[in-house]
């Protein structure tokens, strides 16, 4: 973490990964609409939560595992580009080890692995609020050209 921008005090980086998630949820409709929340951004590390409504609910009464996936993806998102760096996701997986029921506070934590050249691989981890274990994602994220925000 942090090797895009090694001259940065931790906290000018936690300060700009800040500044990069607000510009970013501006303009993110997606995340809006399903009502998710930031809860916290860092240099390569993101939480994000999502409360299940009714209407996210498949055939079977529970989570559809594409709300998950998109809450999983949200943070992926967030983490990747908290270096102030343009990064678009190159693929992802999902394994859902768990059922997600009506209410149920899902919180996904993306903990970057890997960040090398224009590449990286990024882990998030769902949980629900009593800390079950719902799905695990990796994606792989591919830095583009530009920044989010302008740099100071």
């Known amino acids: 973490m942090g090797e895009h921008h090694?001259?940065?005090?931790?906290e000018e980086a936690a300060a700009l990964?800040?500044?990069?998630?607000?510009?970013?949820?501006?303009?993110?409709?997606?995340?809006?609409a399903l009502a998710l929340r930031v809860l916290d951004v860092g240099p390569g590390e993101a939480r994000v939560a999502?409360?299940?409504?009714?209407?996210?609910?498949?055939?079977?009464?529970i989570c559809h595992g594409g709300f998950i996936f998109t809450l999983a993806d949200s943070a992926f998102a967030y983490a990747c580009n908290s270096?102030?760096?343009?990064?678009?996701?190159?693929?992802?997986?999902?394994?859902?080890?768990?059922?997600?029921r009506?209410?149920?506070?899902?919180?996904?934590?993306?903990?970057?692995r890997s960040a090398s050249g224009r590449t990286g691989v990024y882990d998030i981890e769902v949980t629900n609020?009593?800390?079950?274990?719902?799905?695990?994602?990796?994606g792989k994220s591919y830095r583009i050209k530009g920044h989010v925000v302008e740099e100071a």
């Open 6 to 10: 090694p001259q940065r005090s931790s």
């Open 17 to 32: 990964a800040r500044r990069v998630a607000d510009a970013m949820w501006a303009n993110d409709h997606a995340s809006q």
């Open 50 to 61: 999502m409360r299940v409504r009714r209407d996210m609910l498949n055939g079977h009464g």
């Open 83 to 100: 270096y102030n760096l343009v990064t678009v996701a190159s693929g992802c997986s999902i394994d859902f080890l768990a059922p997600a």
């Open 102 to 112: 009506e209410g149920d506070e899902l919180t996904a934590h993306a903990h970057e």
């Open 129 to 138: 609020q009593r800390g079950e274990k719902i799905a695990l994602f990796r």
